[in-house]
């Protein structure tokens, strides 16, 4: 597994997080890039993108409160979560959003979100 998601924990409503995605290749440079969230028993819900030119596009239970980013080399993608809710507590991953999954894009380890009310 080449990618993985990290920064999840616990929070209280209305506070922050920041997620992190690394790869172990230097393969983020050229493709679009998601953040999805799932819960147990159900499929993973994609949350937010961000395409190879740096356009965002949230889901509507997100938008305004978070913020899909990639860092300057191209080497991380970030979910900076705001005003977080209870039910933004899920576990959370990356990958591409494109529905590509060869080997350096399998699902890689999610992180955990708490959020107490």
């Known amino acids: 597994v080449h990618m993985a998601a990290s920064g999840g924990g616990l929070v209280q409503a209305g506070g922050s997080l920041t997620l992190s995605c690394t790869h172990s290749?230097?393969?983020?440079?050229?493709?679009?890039m998601a953040w999805y969230r799932q819960r147990p028993g159900r499929e993973r819900e994609l949350v937010a993108k961000?395409?190879?030119?740096?356009?965002?596009t949230y889901s509507e239970f997100v938008k305004g409160r978070f913020t899909i980013s990639r860092d300057t080399n191209k080497t991380a993608v970030y979910l900076q979560m705001n005003s977080l809710k209870p039910e933004a507590a899920d576990v959370y991953f990356c990958?591409?959003?494109?529905?590509?999954?060869?080997?350096?894009?399998?699902w890689g380890q999610g992180t955990q979100v708490t959020v107490s009310s």
């Open positions: 290749l230097d393969v983020f440079n050229f493709v679009p």
């Open positions: 990958n591409r959003p494109d529905g590509y999954r060869g080997d350096e894009f399998k």
């Open positions: 961000v395409s190879t030119g740096g356009r965002e």
